[in-house]
T-cell receptor, first 116, second 112 residues
């Protein structure tokens, strides 16, 4: 299994540009989520999905869109990039949104995004 | 609103020492508390987790201590090694919601 994969690894955008960060998992996980990681801020939840066709907002959803047309894929779209969106973005997945012990979210390797 | 407060922000310990990272939470509905370890350039990975019905959990050199009345929990690393140098995140979640709330992270350096 490849686990959780993310593309691209690095991206530079100009203010106002749009782009899609790709995330895929091959573990048949129901739950997928997107986080951004900023120094001193930890991991903040952007959007999440508990299954194909179902998405919901997290803590910092503004400026981002998601969709979940398949179990495997959960792309994150930046509508109009702003310098405040410069960050490292992580996608994660887990077996179920109803936690069981041990409950683990599997993280991808991250996408480092810079908006100039 | 930060629901999980983590300290310290950074920590330097000599090899063999016992670094301790502390977390406090506000929401008493939280009922699962994982710790994640992140190496540079990698995504976080689950290290150890605890439920509030136990006061301590050990896995190898890693121990979680949990104080339900104080709403605090901490990670101890016994006989720390340079390979333990990483960023550590505490987290909290509750079964009625489908999200994990992370602390702000602790950057740990173990000096040889």
């Amino acid at each position: 299994n490849a686990g959780v994969t993310q593309t691209p690894k690095f991206q530079v955008l100009k203010t106002g540009q749009s782009m899609t960060l790709q995330c895929a998992q091959d573990m048949n996980h129901e739950y997928m989520s997107w986080y951004r990681q900023d120094p001193g801020m930890g991991l903040r939840l952007i959007h999440y999905s508990v299954g194909a066709g179902i998405t919901d907002q997290g803590e910092v959803p503004n400026g981002y869109n998601v969709s979940r047309s398949t179990t495997e894929d959960f792309p994150l779209r930046l509508l109009s990039a702003a310098p405040s969106q410069t960050s490292v973005y992580f996608c994660a997945s887990s077996y179920s949104y109803l936690w069981d012990s041990p409950y683990e979210q599997y993280f991808g390797p991250g996408t480092r995004l810079t908006v100039t | 609103q930060q629901q999980v407060k983590q300290s310290p922000q950074s920590l330097i310990v000599q090899k063999g020492g016992i670094p301790i990272i502390n977390c406090a939470y506000e929401n008493t509905a939280f009922d699962y508390f994982p710790w994640y370890q992140q190496f540079p350039g990698k995504g976080p990975a689950l290290l150890i987790a605890i439920r509030p019905d136990v006061s301590e959990k050990k896995e190898g050199r890693f121990t979680i201590s949990f104080n339900k009345s104080a709403k605090q929990f901490s990670l101890h690393i016994m006989d720390s090694q340079p390979g333990d140098s990483a960023t550590y995140f505490c987290a909290a979640m509750y079964s009625s919601a489908s999200k994990i709330i992370f602390g702000s992270g602790t950057r740990l350096s173990i000096r040889p």
